[in-house]
């Protein structure tokens, strides 16, 4: 709705971050003719690219340069989280070798290879219990969920998947790209302003795809907890923000009051619309637009 229909599109409004003559990495993973585009743009504009591929760093007329601890996929480490592992890996390297002659330390490989084993990514691929194996990942269109299903198939089939999804996502593709290894879905809705209604969200599901309806998160959570049983898989995706209440359910660390800077603008604007609805006047008092006042009642 903002970015574009297609990745090129999206492509081009992102690229405009780069500046000539400064570092731009990219994944290798990205779709061959996004990748193409982007190495087109980089050589007009004069942008210093990186391509982080599997085993090194790629750069146009330059030797490839391995990295000083390639990250590798595992039973815990999704292929998203190695994509971004190599960039972080690849951009902290460049940015030791360009620091003033005297200050520059190669990255000891103990250190990066203790970073790489002790990240922990909330919401992306989080174990967060291992009776029933609950795992946590907020992919929340197509791509996403088709790296979730490669992610989640070598652990096993006949996966229990509670789905929220936001109003402006692409809900059927999501629950398509997840169905081969669904042994039910139950469909829910987190409480974010965006969130779709757990019975608008049945009805974008696939024809062929059965699916249970549990409005309220806590609700759903706690039934996909029981029907799976002990030695069940369950995995909650479709939203970060419903993925944020189930980490709260599951007493992972969370910021009880934590919201975000668009969660705000979207509290002003429901209050916005709370005014219209009452007849009553709103303006905005504040250059940010972060303050409104509502006339209407005794007193604004």
């Known amino acids: 709705a903002v ?7 999206i492509a081009d409004e992102k690229l405009p971050v780069a500046r000539r003559g400064r570092p731009l990495f990219t994944t290798s993973a990205q779709q061959p003719e996004v990748l193409d585009h ?21 750069q146009h007329g330059a030797p490839p340069v391995p990295y000083v601890v390639t990250p590798r996929p595992g039973p815990r480490r999704p292929c998203t989280w190695v994509d971004n592992a190599r960039l972080a890996v690849a951009a902290a390297t460049h940015l030791q070798q360009g620091l003033p002659e005297g200050l520059q330390v190669a990255l000891p490989v103990a250190t990066v290879t ?3 084993d002790e990240h922990c990514w909330p919401g992306r691929f989080e174990l967060a219990r ?4 609950v795992i946590l990942d907020g992919a929340h269109n197509p791509a996403a969920a088709a790296a979730l299903h490669d ?7 006949s996966w229990t998947f509670v789905v929220g999804v936001n ?3 692409e809900a059927t593709e999501v629950i398509r790209c997840l169905a081969p ?8 809705s987190s409480e974010h302003p965006k969130a779709l209604a757990a019975e608008d969200l049945a009805l974008r599901a696939p024809a062929d795809v059965a699916v249970n309806v549990e409005p309220g998160w806590r609700t759903a959570l706690q039934r996909a907890l029981q029907e799976a049983g002990s030695d069940g898989r369950i995995c909650v995706t479709g939203s970060l923000h419903l993925v944020a209440r189930a980490r709260e359910l599951f007493a992972l660390p ?11 603008y979207e509290s002003i604007q429901c209050l916005q619309q709370a005014c219209v609805r009452l007849g009553w006047k709103s303006e905005d008092v504040s250059g940010d637009g972060n303050v409104v006042r509502g006339t209407g009642g005794r007193r604004p």
């Open 3 to 9: 970015l574009g229909d297609d990745r090129v599109t």
């Open 38 to 58: 982007i190495q087109r743009h980089a050589h007009t504009h004069g942008i210093d690219l990186f391509v982080c591929a599997p085993e090194v760093v790629e």
């Open 114 to 116: 203790r970073v790489l």
């Open 130 to 133: 291992e009776q029933p194996r």
């Open 151 to 157: 992610d989640l198939q070598p652990l096993g089939a």
């Open 167 to 169: 109003e402006d996502h």
């Open 181 to 188: 290894l669904a042994q039910r879905f139950i469909l829910t």
């Open 254 to 264: 969370h910021e009880v009051e934590g919201i975000s800077e668009d969660v705000s």
